[in-house]
């Protein structure tokens, strides 16, 4: 499992991200304080606060194509 933060400025940038997620067949979920959600639910993403940077938890050691792929949204 891989966790880091990531920061989504805009609509495109969740409707990106969600896109993202769903081309993977492991699971993904995204928290902001104490709420959990599917990184694959567009809906769900809308229910955290997006101005603050997100936690993701990528259930999977073999995600290095999915992290080149949404790095613009990753924080340091």
Do not use: W
């Not at 959600?37 to 194509?65: N, Q, R, W, Y």
């Amino acid at each position: 499992m891989k966790t880091f933060n990531i920061i989504i400025h805009s609509i495109k940038d969740v409707k990106n991200f969600v896109t993202t997620v769903n081309k993977y067949d492991f699971d993904v979920d995204l928290s902001s304080g104490r709420y959990v959600v599917d990184a694959k639910s567009i809906m769900g993403i809308f229910s955290l606060d997006l101005s603050k940077p997100i936690k993701v938890e990528v259930h999977t050691d073999d995600c290095d194509t999915f992290l080149e792929e949404i790095k613009a949204v990753i924080t340091d």
